[in-house]
């Protein structure tokens, strides 16, 4: 049983394809590999590899703090797993609510809360407690977010970002109720400008689906939804702008946001995003505001962009604005140096956190950047690329970036264990990347790009060598004598197409390889035989697979067995070749059938070939003459017994057995090297291992994941004790045995068996190794000698010029040219003798064209080579049949279209759209195309045709009544009801009163002159009712339709009219032809027709003039042609037979009855024959008849001449009156033309109406849609309403509960410290000062104490490059009261026990305060959410009351648009007295009125004008006399007041001896003088020392400049010997620390002197500070004393 073996444990796994990394410690990286994780050193070194707790491994989270890694399962109802490292033990298995799959993890900074997010179908935000494994709360966030994490200054914070929305959530913790509240952030757009803000978006208000409201939330979708408020409702006048305002797809088609992609926190509770558009945004947590820190866009539109190295200024700094672009912002990270980001394009940017964005460093890696991690000192970052590479950097010299990780990320296409199968295993993948692999270290040993797409991977058991089969179609051979240094040695060129598969037999001899059109080669694998071909065989069909199977160890004995499973005819079958070991070491005579083509003979190899009755992959040959493989179909590991002999045809091979297998169909079978074990891997991502003799049992693993393509290649280690398995686009993993008891029996069993094998090949291994590094030595010879380096797809035997040929075509060619050579002499004489037989063929067809029709022989009797012929006519027949079909199809497909063409615009129209043209001008006139109106408009027209009949008689019935009771009434007494007598009075004006005018000015178009009159319409100021309006819309249509019909009925006639003038003018012109062929003039004639556009029918027949392509006639139809013409010519002659009457009239008058002069006018008179004689041999007769002739033909001429001039007028007749006709016709249709333009104004009215109905109709649904979802609001914020009190109502309990917990533990803390002295009571000496030890506590311990929402207050640590990092405090691990406690600090005499109990009382005491400070946050906390749910309260009352507003708002909306119709009127020019705005004039607040009520109000109004500036003159002459005496006072007072001032100042002007001296002086002026020139000279003498000491001041300046520089040298080197002594103090503090306390109590004396000294001193200058003071004020109050008073004289 394969049970009892033991089970497999995964030893490593390496490949990485840019998923998340991240630092578990400070040297230690994890990330995700297949179905596990990878821990590698940042060396590159590999640590571990941790197969997956559940199934499958999909987003990774790592907390470095608390050494916590959580990985979520990606399978069904996953499971998050949360492991403790470096002991990789499963903490906790948190089971949630989502169904498929998480996609992102998160840890917060203290590693105590972990954050998930699920997929679809629940969107699901959970806050998980990973110290209890709880959940804490989850929220429904919807699709879309690809990011996650939490503040680290405050876990309570987390921020998501997708490629649509920024969101940050907030964590509330009220007691036992714990919610998350979202807070949406919209996005700018992608052109906003840097520096510009953009405020968050209103909580959306989620609607339940609802059936009846449907309709509502697809017409509301083309609405901006950011706020519940409506737009008020526009009047009937404004329904423009309802109809065609703004939609919702033009506003987001304006409108494109930024594609974020990336975010990080930073220090001040602000997030930087990252978007696809290389745009840079902040956003602010707590306002949500988001701020455009950089946009290339704009700058790129703006001004051109210096990119690094390119024309940029040597003063100028590289900034952000500059260097971004798109895709450069795809991670973002920060440190205390600045902001890192990383791009697609590789580029590595640090930038400062400015508003400048200054560059501080940047690297490249030449490789796209997928993610970024850091280290948790933040002393080195992991950088991924989902290339396949790791790169490790120095934040402080990013130029330091190494890569530890270079794995590609393309899959595998071929994976082999390295000859002798124990340590090194090679891979290629389908980039042409060749690796090599340790599988004990494990590690990654060498790559060599083979710069080409391969496709197969084979490694022979000869020597350290591995072939590689291209797409193609070469073999390369690569070197492994050195693993670390691959090389190509030689290539060959084999096939066409790609190399399918290659394998290699267990024993060295052979190796094989196909391709999907074959044939299959076999190679000798020993390198010192050149890998020759030794033979080939074509096998039919598409070959996709290959098994080798070698039998027995014996060169002479032993067997090899090749497997090739191809398809033929959808059908698989297996050929099984058997080739003896003896062809390796020489080549038989009876071994190949075509000696130059190596084709294997049937003789000497054995060849067999079965069909199977299922598909199958993973072919194995298996001993025993078994065949195993996996059936695609069944999901089932299949057996099959080969037969011994062959098959007949069509028998298929069934399986002799089939067992449980994998459960996605594909995979790959292989067999172990000591042929008893089989293992296999398919694309679900399982491996299964089988013993041969029982494979119903099995031993499982889960290698890779099904959704990732799982396991594509398993293969075995020589000793079987490995398994390495390849997958999951570009994941290699190796797995072991965990053997049991007798799983070690069997294990070393094969071990041994391969150590056997190993030993007896250890000679040949050890000769063909030679030989490859003799091979190798040559090519760097050759390479020295050339002096270049060869590529690394060039070695000395690849570099020689490849064939442009395969071998097998090669193979062919070279036999050609043999029998070419050997049979030369035959070919020659054969060719001469057809060159004679050819030129007596062509002389008999060159004979039998000169010889009569009845002689001649065919064409094709002259064919010798007859079955050629034939083969020739059936493949010209058979492409004529397939041109023919083509043709037939499109012919076909050409009709289609035709008669749906006919169907739709011609058969299905009434009326076919035709055009009318005149004959002289381009004008042209189309008539209406109409439709056949169904039956049900038909139905529906008549019966509303008849509600509105029935309405009319009513009416009028109606009136007839009430003109009867008016009657009655004015029998009355006129005041017995004044009112009422009044209201009939002005009622409804009858048929005289109504306005005179035209009539068509209130229906609103003059569709009634044109064929729409109908009295069936409503008059414009009825349509109240929705009814009515639909009934007028069915009316209008109708005459609309009957306008038409009208006016086409008019375009019938015009049509008709030009067809009798062309009928007219054709007759005319066969008179005109016939007389200017008399006359024998050649003018063009004027021959009019109707064109296609005014007959459409023609369109659709095609004329034979069309078709300028000569016909294709075949033989057939030619002679079916000519019988045809052959019959009617018989009939023809039969019919007319010998007629005499029609043999008379052509004889004697030409077959005409009827003579025509004109025709006998223009013939010449017949001369007779005589007159050709000379005059004087005439008789007289003769010269009597030439007079007569003579006098006969003068007056014939004059004949003619005369009937030539009639018909030249009748000519000029005739033309002139085609012409007035075709005039006449023009002139016609210029006015039908008018009448179309009429036409089309009457429609356009009657349209108009229509739309206007229409769009009262959108009008009347958009408000039934906002009466709907006000409704629907309203229902959801009561809903909501009721849940918030309930909520409340909890809240405010507990804050109720915890304040009375607070007191208590107040009160409870008071009672600690009132207690205190009744404790102490019996240490009375020492009360006092136990009292004040008591209330003493440590300082230099402060910590990061939570605020109330949960945030840190950060002290940044200026040792570290965490930005988030905080000082540590020495001994902050410590408790900070032990130093207290020590019996040191005991009051002299007391007695230790009391001592004892006084820190235990104080230990209380502390322990009390600390449960206050912590109860006094939670409850203010507390009180806080409180607050905000009763502002989310108060909010929702107030959202309630503006709804209702708004319904009633929508209601006085509706009534007034019910009432206030828009009526449609017909005005002439000047009667619109409103201002146009734009092109159409605005009716919102216009009125109709009668001209005369203008007239009389224009009228009054000039009379009222004119007196009112009467008086208004009056008025302003009168007030003008009063402005005039009020200046006049006010000018009198201002000089009184003047007056007043000037007598103060003199009154208090002080009388100086200065001021003496100038009143008595007398040249007062002069003096003047000399003082302004003194000043002036002291004002230049001034400005000259200015400009001096100026100079001296900069001079100074720039000796302080150097002066501060050298300082800055010298405080730089003093911080560093600061820091040098802060080290040593540090370690004196911690040696004297260990020293022990007696050197800390020799000098507590002298520092209580020293302290004592200081705070008398202190209290001395304080009060000598204090004495000064008062003296001071004491002389300020003196020396106010002495300051004279001036004295205000009043008046």
Same mark, same amino acid.
């Given at each position: 049983?394969? &049970?009892?073996?033991?089970?497999?444990?995964?030893?490593?796994?390496?490949?990485?394809?840019?998923? #998340?990394?991240?630092?578990?410690?400070?040297?230690?990286?994890?990330?995700?590999?297949?179905?596990?994780?990878?821990?590698?050193?940042?060396?590159?070194?590999?640590?571990?590899?941790?197969?997956?707790?559940?199934?499958?491994?999909?987003?990774?989270?790592?907390?470095?703090?608390?050494?916590?890694?959580?990985?979520?399962?990606?399978?069904?109802?996953?499971?998050?797993?949360?492991?403790?490292?470096?002991?990789?033990?499963?903490?906790?298995?948190?089971?949630?609510?989502?169904?498929?799959?998480?996609?992102?993890?998160?840890?917060?900074?203290? $590693?105590? +809360?972990?954050?998930?997010?699920?997929?679809?179908?629940?969107?699901?935000?959970?806050?998980?407690?990973?110290?209890?494994?709880?959940?804490?709360?989850?929220?429904?966030? !919807?699709?879309?977010?690809?990011?996650?994490?939490?503040?680290?200054?405050?876990?309570?914070?987390?921020?998501?970002?997708?490629?649509?929305?920024?969101?940050?959530?907030?964590?509330?913790?009220?007691?036992?109720?714990?919610?998350?509240?979202?807070?949406?952030?919209?996005?700018?757009?992608?052109?906003?400008?840097?520096?510009?803000?953009?405020?968050?978006?209103?909580?959306?208000?989620?609607?339940?689906?609802?059936?009846?409201?449907?309709?509502?939330?697809?017409?509301? %979708?083309?609405?901006?939804?950011?706020?519940?408020?409506?737009?008020?409702?526009?009047?009937?006048?404004?329904?423009?702008?309802?109809?065609?305002?703004?939609?919702?797809?033009?506003?987001?088609?304006?409108?494109?946001?930024?594609?974020?992609?990336?975010?990080?926190?930073?220090?001040?509770?602000?997030?930087?995003?990252?978007?696809?558009?290389?745009?840079?945004? @902040?956003?602010?947590?707590?306002?949500?505001?988001?701020?455009? *820190?950089?946009?290339?866009?704009?700058?790129?539109?703006?001004?051109?962009?210096?990119?690094?190295?390119?024309?940029?200024?040597?003063?100028?700094?590289?900034?952000?604005?500059?260097?971004?672009?798109?895709?450069?912002?795809?991670?973002?990270?920060?440190?205390?140096?600045?902001?890192?980001?990383?791009?697609?394009?590789?580029?590595?940017?640090?930038?400062?956190?400015?508003?400048?964005?200054?560059?501080?460093?940047?690297?490249?890696?030449?490789?796209?950047?997928?993610?970024?991690?850091?280290?948790?000192?933040?002393?080195?970052?992991?950088?991924?690329?989902?290339?396949?590479?790791?790169?490790?950097?120095?934040?402080?010299?990013?130029?330091?970036?190494?890569?530890?990780?270079?794995?590609?990320?393309?899959?595998?296409?071929? @994976?082999?264990?390295?000859?002798?199968?124990?340590?090194?295993?090679?891979?290629?993948?389908?980039?042409?990347?060749?690796?090599?692999?340790?599988?004990?270290?494990?590690?990654?040993?060498?790559?060599?790009?083979?710069?080409?797409?391969?496709?197969?991977?084979?490694?022979?058991?000869?020597?350290?060598?591995?072939?590689?089969?291209?797409?193609?179609?070469?073999?390369?051979?690569?070197?492994?004598?050195?693993?670390?240094?691959?090389?190509?040695?030689?290539?060959?060129?084999?096939?066409?197409?790609?190399?399918?598969?290659?394998?290699?037999?267990?024993? !060295?001899?052979?190796?094989?390889?196909?391709?999907?059109?074959?044939?299959?080669?076999?190679?000798?694998?020993?390198?010192?035989?050149?890998?020759?071909?030794?033979?080939?065989?074509?096998?039919?069909?598409?070959?996709?697979?290959?098994?080798?199977?070698?039998?027995?160890?014996?060169?002479?004995?032993?067997?090899?067995?090749?497997?090739?499973?191809?398809?033929?005819?959808?059908?698989?079958?297996?050929?099984?070749?058997?080739?003896?070991?003896?062809?390796?070491?020489?080549?038989?005579?009876?071994?190949?059938?075509?000696?130059?083509?190596?084709?294997?003979?049937?003789?000497?190899?054995?060849?067999?070939?079965?069909?199977?009755?299922?598909?199958?992959?993973?072919?194995?040959?298996?001993?025993?003459?078994?065949?195993?493989?996996?059936? %695609?179909?069944?999901?089932?590991?299949?057996?099959?017994?080969?037969?011994?002999?062959?098959?007949?045809?069509?028998?298929?091979?069934?399986?002799?057995?089939?067992?449980?297998?994998?459960?996605?169909?594909?995979?790959?079978? #292989?067999?172990?090297?000591?042929?008893?074990?089989?293992?296999?891997?398919?694309?679900?991502?399982?491996?299964?291992?089988?013993?041969?003799?029982?494979?119903?049992?099995?031993?499982?693993?889960?290698?890779?994941?099904?959704?990732?393509?799982?396991?594509?290649?398993?293969?075995?280690?020589?000793?079987?004790?490995?398994?390495?398995?390849? !997958?999951?686009?570009?994941?290699?993993?190796?797995?072991?045995?965990?053997?049991?008891?007798?799983?070690?029996?069997?294990?070393?069993?094969?071990?041994?068996?391969?150590?056997?094998?190993?030993?007896?090949?250890?000679? @040949?291994?050890?000769?063909?190794?030679?030989?490859?590094?003799?091979?190798?030595? #040559?090519?760097? &010879?050759?390479?020295?000698?050339? !002096?270049?380096?060869?590529?690394?797809?060039?070695?000395?035997?690849?570099?020689?010029?490849?064939?442009?040929?395969?071998?097998?075509?090669?193979?062919?060619?070279?036999?050609?040219?043999?029998?070419?050579?050997?049979?030369?002499?035959?070919?020659?004489?054969?060719?001469?003798?057809?060159?004679?037989?050819?030129?007596?063929?062509?002389?008999?067809?060159?004979?039998?064209?000169?010889?009569?029709?009845?002689?001649?022989?065919?064409?094709?009797?002259?064919?010798?080579?007859?079955?050629?012929?034939?083969?020739?006519?059936?493949?010209?027949?058979?492409?004529?049949?397939?041109?023919?079909?083509?043709?037939?199809?499109?012919?076909?497909?050409?009709?289609?279209?035709?008669?749906?063409?006919?169907?739709?615009?011609?058969?299905?129209?009434?009326?076919?759209?035709?055009?009318?043209?005149?004959?002289?001008?381009?004008?042209?006139?189309?008539?209406?195309?109409?439709?056949?109106?169904?039956?049900?408009?038909?139905?529906?027209?008549?019966?509303? +045709?008849?509600?509105?009949?029935?309405?009319?008689?009513?009416?009028?019935?109606?009136?007839?009544?009430?003109?009867?009771?008016?009657?009655?009434?004015?029998?009355?007494?006129?005041?017995?009801?004044?009112?009422?007598?009044?209201?009939?009075?002005?009622?409804?004006?009858?048929?005289?009163?109504?306005?005179?005018?035209?009539?068509?000015?209130?229906?609103?178009? *003059?569709?009634?002159?044109?064929?729409?009159?109908?009295?069936?319409?409503?008059?414009?100021?009825?349509?109240?009712?929705?009814?009515?309006?639909?009934?007028?819309?069915?009316?209008?249509?109708?005459?609309?339709?009957?306008?038409?019909?009208?006016?086409?009925?008019?375009?019938?006639?015009?049509?008709?009219?030009?067809?009798?003038?062309?009928?007219?003018?054709?007759?005319?012109?066969?008179?005109?032809?016939?007389?200017?062929?008399?006359?024998?003039?050649?003018?063009?004639?004027?021959?009019?027709?109707?064109?296609?556009?005014? +007959?459409?029918?023609?369109?659709?027949?095609?004329?034979?003039?069309?078709?300028?392509?000569?016909?294709?006639?075949?033989?057939?139809?030619?002679?079916?042609?000519?019988?045809?013409?052959?019959?009617?010519?018989?009939?023809?002659?039969?019919?007319?037979?010998?007629?005499?009457?029609?043999?008379?009239? =052509?004889?004697?008058?030409?077959?005409?009855?009827?003579?025509?002069?004109?025709?006998?006018?223009?013939?010449?008179?017949?001369?007779?024959?005589?007159?050709?004689?000379?005059?004087?041999?005439?008789?007289?007769?003769?010269?009597?008849?030439?007079?007569?002739?003579?006098?006969?033909?003068?007056?014939?001429?004059?004949?003619?001449?005369?009937?030539?001039?009639?018909?030249?007028?009748?000519?000029?007749?005739?033309?002139?009156?085609?012409?007035?006709?075709?005039?006449?016709?023009?002139?016609?249709?210029?006015?039908?033309?008018?009448?179309?333009?009429?036409?089309?104004?009457?429609?356009?009215?009657?349209?108009?109406?229509?739309?206007?109905?229409?769009?009262?109709?959108?009008?009347?649904?958009?408000?039934?849609?906002?009466?709907?979802?006000?409704?629907?609001?309203?229902?959801?914020?009561?809903?909501?309403?009721?849940?918030?009190?309930?909520?409340?109502?909890?809240?405010?309990?507990?804050?109720?509960?915890?304040?009375?917990?607070?007191?208590?533990?107040?009160?409870?803390?008071?009672?600690?410290?009132?207690?205190?002295?009744?404790?102490?009571? =019996?240490?009375?000496?020492?009360?006092?000062?136990?009292?004040?030890?008591?209330?003493?506590?440590?300082? $230099?311990?402060?910590?990061?104490?939570?605020?109330?929402?949960?945030?840190?207050?950060?002290?940044?640590?200026?040792?570290?490059?965490?930005?988030?990092?905080?000082?540590?405090?020495?001994?902050?691990?410590?408790?900070?009261?032990?130093?207290?406690?020590?019996?040191?600090?005991?009051?002299?005499?007391?007695?230790?026990?009391?001592?004892?109990?006084?820190?235990?009382?104080?230990?209380?005491?502390?322990?009390?305060?600390?449960?206050?400070?912590?109860?006094?946050? /939670?409850?203010?906390?507390?009180?806080?959410?409180?607050?905000?749910? +009763?502002?989310?309260?108060?909010? @929702?009352?107030?959202?309630?009351?503006?709804?209702? /507003?708004?319904?009633?708002?929508?209601?006085?909306?509706?009534?007034?648009?019910?009432?206030?119709?828009?009526?449609?009127?017909?005005?002439?020019?000047?009667?619109?007295?409103?201002?146009? &705005?734009?092109?159409?004039?605005?009716?919102?607040?216009?009125?109709?009125?009668?001209?005369?009520?203008?007239?009389?109000?224009?009228?009054?109004?000039?009379?009222? $004008?004119?007196?009112?500036?009467?008086?208004?003159?009056?008025?302003?002459?009168?007030?003008?006399?009063?402005?005039?005496?009020?200046?006049?006072?006010?000018?009198?007072?201002?000089?009184?007041?003047?007056?007043?001032?000037? #007598?103060?100042?003199?009154?208090?002007?002080?009388?100086?001896?200065?001021?003496?001296?100038?009143?008595?002086?007398?040249? *007062?002026?002069?003096?003047?003088?000399?003082?302004?020139?003194?000043?002036?000279?002291?004002?230049?003498?001034?400005?000259?020392?200015?400009?001096?000491?100026?100079?001296?001041?900069?001079?100074?300046?720039?000796?302080?400049?150097?002066?501060?520089?050298?300082?800055?040298?010298?405080?730089?080197?003093?911080?560093?010997?600061?820091?040098?002594?802060?080290?040593?103090?540090?370690?004196?503090?911690?040696?004297?620390?260990?020293?022990?306390?007696?050197?800390?109590?020799?000098?507590?004396?002298?520092?209580?002197?020293?302290?004592?000294?200081?705070?008398?001193?202190?209290?001395?200058?304080?009060?000598?500070?204090?004495?000064?003071?008062?003296?001071?004020?004491?002389?300020?109050?003196?020396?106010?004393?002495?300051?004279?008073?001036?004295?205000?004289?009043?008046?």
């Amino acid at each position: 049983q394969m &049970e009892s073996f033991g089970k497999l444990k995964l030893r490593w796994s390496l490949g990485y394809k840019g998923s #998340a990394v991240h630092f578990v410690d400070e040297t230690t990286l994890v990330y995700g590999c297949g179905n596990s994780l990878t821990f590698i050193r940042s060396s590159g070194e590999h640590v571990a590899s941790l197969s997956s707790e559940g199934r499958g491994v999909g987003p990774i989270a790592v907390n470095q703090s608390a050494g916590l890694v959580a990985y979520a399962e990606d399978t069904l109802q996953p499971l998050i797993f949360v492991l403790k490292y470096p002991q990789n033990t499963v903490q906790f298995a948190l089971s949630g609510k989502t169904r498929l799959g998480y996609t992102n993890l998160a840890f917060s900074s203290n $590693g105590k +809360q972990l954050c998930s997010l699920s997929g679809i179908p629940d969107f699901l935000l959970t806050i998980w407690d990973c110290t209890d494994g709880i959940e804490i709360c989850d929220i429904s966030v !919807g699709p879309g977010i690809t990011e996650l994490s939490f503040n680290p200054l405050n876990w309570k914070q987390i921020c998501s970002v997708g490629p649509q929305r920024i969101t940050f959530y907030t964590l509330e913790i009220s007691d036992s109720q714990k919610s998350l509240t979202p807070l949406e952030v919209q996005l700018p757009d992608k052109t906003a400008c840097v520096g510009s803000q953009v405020s968050p978006l209103d909580p959306p208000i989620t609607l339940t689906k609802n059936p009846t409201i449907e309709h509502t939330t697809k017409k509301l %979708e083309k609405t901006d939804t950011r706020s519940s408020t409506f737009a008020p409702l526009y009047s009937p006048p404004d329904m423009d702008r309802v109809l065609y305002a703004q939609s919702y797809d033009e506003f987001v088609a304006k409108k494109a946001p930024v594609f974020p992609t990336s975010h990080c926190w930073t220090t001040h509770q602000s997030v930087y995003i990252g978007c696809r558009g290389g745009q840079l945004l @902040l956003a602010e947590f707590e306002s949500g505001v988001v701020k455009m *820190v950089s946009n290339p866009e704009v700058l790129e539109e703006e001004a051109p962009v210096l990119r690094v190295g390119k024309d940029r200024p040597e003063d100028q700094p590289m900034t952000g604005h500059a260097l971004l672009h798109g895709g450069s912002l795809q991670s973002l990270t920060l440190s205390r140096k600045g902001l890192f980001a990383g791009g697609e394009n590789g580029e590595m940017y640090c930038f400062e956190q400015k508003k400048e964005l200054n560059l501080l460093d940047m690297t490249e890696i030449q490789y796209p950047i997928s993610c970024l991690a850091w280290s948790p000192s933040y002393s080195r970052m992991a950088i991924g690329s989902n290339e396949g590479t790791i790169h490790v950097v120095d934040p402080l010299r990013l130029c330091s970036a190494h890569c530890i990780v270079e794995h590609t990320s393309s899959p595998f296409i071929g @994976l082999d264990m390295l000859t002798p199968g124990l340590r090194h295993c090679v891979t290629c993948r389908s980039e042409g990347v060749f690796q090599v692999w340790d599988i004990h270290k494990p590690e990654h040993v060498s790559t060599l790009d083979l710069k080409t797409k391969c496709t197969a991977l084979a490694c022979p058991n000869t020597c350290h060598m591995a072939v590689v089969g291209t797409a193609v179609g070469h073999l390369l051979v690569v070197s492994l004598v050195e693993p670390l240094h691959p090389k190509v040695l030689m290539e060959k060129f084999m096939y066409n197409s790609q190399v399918r598969a290659i394998r290699c037999d267990q024993n !060295g001899y052979f190796m094989a390889s196909i391709s999907p059109e074959g044939p299959l080669f076999v190679y000798n694998s020993s390198p010192s035989k050149d890998c020759c071909v030794i033979g080939q065989l074509a096998i039919e069909g598409e070959l996709c697979e290959l098994s080798v199977l070698s039998q027995g160890r014996g060169v002479d004995t032993a067997t090899t067995t090749f497997a090739v499973l191809a398809k033929c005819n959808n059908t698989q079958t297996v050929t099984v070749i058997h080739i003896p070991n003896t062809v390796a070491n020489g080549v038989p005579s009876k071994l190949y059938s075509v000696a130059n083509t190596k084709e294997l003979s049937d003789e000497f190899v054995s060849k067999q070939t079965v069909a199977l009755a299922e598909p199958i992959t993973g072919l194995t040959l298996a001993p025993k003459n078994t065949l195993f493989a996996l059936l %695609e179909c069944k999901k089932k590991f299949s057996k099959f017994i080969l037969p011994e002999v062959e098959q007949e045809k069509g028998v298929l091979l069934s399986p002799e057995d089939a067992f449980p297998a994998h459960e996605l169909k594909g995979g790959c079978v #292989a067999l172990s090297f000591h042929q008893k074990w089989m293992c296999s891997v398919a694309p679900d991502g399982k491996l299964l291992v089988r013993l041969l003799e029982n494979p119903e049992q099995t031993v499982s693993a889960s290698p890779h994941h099904y959704k990732y393509g799982g396991g594509s290649i398993v293969i075995f280690s020589t000793d079987s004790q490995h398994f390495i398995t390849a !997958g999951d686009s570009g994941c290699l993993t190796c797995w072991g045995w965990e053997f049991t008891a007798h799983g070690s029996s069997k294990g070393s069993t094969a071990a041994q068996f391969a150590k056997r094998c190993i030993n007896a090949m250890e000679k @040949l291994h050890d000769d063909e190794n030679a030989v490859l590094a003799s091979l190798a030595a #040559a090519d760097e &010879e050759a390479a020295e000698k050339t !002096g270049k380096d060869l590529p690394p797809l060039t070695s000395a035997p690849a570099a020689k010029q490849l064939p442009d040929k395969p071998w097998l075509e090669k193979a062919l060619e070279e036999t050609q040219k043999e029998e070419d050579s050997k049979f030369a002499e035959i070919k020659q004489q054969l060719r001469q003798e057809l060159d004679d037989l050819r030129q007596k063929v062509l002389s008999m067809i060159n004979f039998n064209e000169q010889l009569p029709e009845i002689e001649k022989l065919e064409g094709h009797e002259y064919i010798l080579d007859t079955e050629d012929y034939q083969r020739i006519q059936a493949e010209e027949e058979t492409m004529i049949k397939k041109v023919q079909e083509e043709i037939e199809f499109s012919n076909l497909a050409k009709r289609f279209l035709r008669e749906k063409i006919k169907e739709q615009c011609i058969d299905g129209m009434k009326v076919k759209g035709r055009v009318v043209k005149a004959f002289q001008s381009k004008l042209e006139v189309s008539n209406y195309p109409l439709k056949g109106r169904s039956e049900a408009v038909l139905q529906e027209l008549e019966r509303v +045709q008849t509600l509105r009949k029935i309405e009319i008689a009513e009416e009028k019935v109606r009136k007839e009544i009430m003109a009867t009771s008016r009657q009655t009434l004015d029998i009355l007494p006129r005041g017995d009801d004044l009112e009422d007598s009044e209201f009939y009075q002005t009622g409804e004006p009858t048929e005289e009163e109504e306005p005179e005018g035209d009539p068509c000015s209130l229906l609103g178009s *003059v569709g009634s002159l044109y064929g729409g009159e109908s009295q069936l319409l409503y008059n414009q100021f009825e349509l109240n009712s929705p009814v009515v309006r639909k009934h007028q819309m069915l009316l209008l249509q109708d005459c609309v339709y009957r306008i038409k019909e009208s006016f086409n009925k008019e375009f019938d006639e015009v049509i008709r009219l030009k067809e009798n003038e062309i009928a007219h003018i054709n007759e005319r012109n066969v008179r005109i032809n016939k007389i200017m062929n008399d006359l024998k003039v050649d003018e063009k004639l004027v021959k009019p027709c109707l064109d296609s556009f005014e +007959q459409p029918e023609a369109l659709l027949t095609v004329q034979d003039s069309e078709i300028k392509i000569e016909k294709y006639i075949s033989p057939e139809e030619k002679k079916r042609l000519a019988e045809v013409a052959k019959t009617e010519e018989e009939r023809r002659i039969a019919e007319r037979g010998d007629n005499a009457r029609e043999r008379a009239l =052509d004889m004697m008058m030409g077959g005409r009855l009827e003579a025509n002069a004109e025709e006998d006018l223009f013939k010449d008179l017949p001369r007779p024959e005589f007159m050709q004689k000379d005059p004087t041999e005439m008789t007289e007769e003769e010269i009597r008849m030439v007079r007569d002739f003579e006098k006969k033909e003068a007056e014939f001429l004059e004949e003619r001449e005369k009937l030539k001039k009639a018909l030249e007028a009748e000519l000029k007749k005739l033309q002139s009156t085609n012409i007035q006709s075709m005039e006449n016709f023009d002139e016609r249709l210029g006015k039908f033309f008018q009448l179309k333009i009429n036409t089309e104004m009457a429609i356009h009215q009657e349209e108009l109406k229509i739309l206007r109905l229409a769009v009262s109709f959108l009008v009347e649904e958009e408000v039934a849609v906002k009466e709907e979802l006000l409704n629907h609001q309203l229902e959801e914020k009561k809903v909501l309403k009721v849940q918030l009190g309930g909520v409340l109502n909890t809240a405010k309990r507990q804050v109720e509960d915890s304040r009375e917990l607070y007191e208590q533990l107040v009160a409870e803390d008071k009672e600690i410290d009132k207690g205190f002295r009744k404790e102490f009571a =019996d240490c009375e000496p020492h009360v006092d000062q136990l009292h004040k030890l008591f209330r003493r506590r440590p300082r $230099g311990h402060q910590r990061l104490k939570p605020g109330p929402s949960g945030e840190k207050t950060l002290i940044p640590n200026a040792t570290s490059q965490n930005p988030f990092a905080s000082v540590a405090s020495p001994g902050r691990d410590e408790d900070p009261m032990a130093e207290l406690d020590l019996p040191s600090n005991m009051p002299e005499g007391l007695d230790p026990s009391a001592w004892e109990r006084f820190v235990a009382a104080r230990r209380r005491k502390v322990d009390s305060e600390h449960k206050v400070k912590g109860m006094a946050l /939670k409850l203010a906390e507390m009180e806080a959410i409180f607050r905000k749910r +009763q502002l989310e309260d108060d909010k @929702l009352q107030q959202d309630i009351q503006n709804i209702f /507003k708004e319904q009633n708002k929508l209601q006085e909306d509706k009534t007034v648009f019910d009432l206030n119709l828009e009526i449609q009127f017909l005005l002439k020019q000047g009667q619109v007295e409103v201002d146009f &705005e734009d092109v159409l004039p605005d009716f919102s607040d216009s009125v109709l009125i009668h001209r005369r009520v203008i007239e009389e109000l224009n009228s009054q109004i000039k009379t009222l $004008g004119e007196a009112k500036i009467n008086s208004m003159v009056e008025c302003k002459d009168f007030k003008k006399g009063i402005r005039m005496l009020e200046w006049e006072l006010k000018k009198l007072k201002m000089e009184a007041e003047d007056f007043i001032n000037k #007598a103060r100042d003199i009154q208090l002007l002080r009388v100086t001896k200065e001021l003496q001296q100038r009143l008595m002086e007398e040249n *007062v002026d002069s003096k003047d003088q000399r003082e302004i020139e003194t000043l002036e000279r002291t004002l230049e003498l001034n400005q000259k020392m200015h400009h001096r000491k100026i100079r001296s001041r900069k001079r100074k300046l720039e000796r302080m400049k150097r002066d501060v520089e050298t300082k800055q040298e010298e405080s730089q080197q003093v911080d560093r010997m600061l820091m040098e002594l802060q080290i040593d103090v540090l370690e004196r503090k911690q040696i004297e620390e260990l020293a022990g306390v007696p050197a800390a109590e020799a000098n507590r004396e002298k520092r209580m002197r020293e302290i004592l000294y200081r705070k008398k001193l202190v209290e001395l200058a304080k009060n000598q500070a204090e004495e000064v003071a008062v003296l001071r004020n004491e002389v300020e109050r003196l020396r106010m004393r002495t300051f004279p008073a001036l004295v205000q004289v009043d008046n």
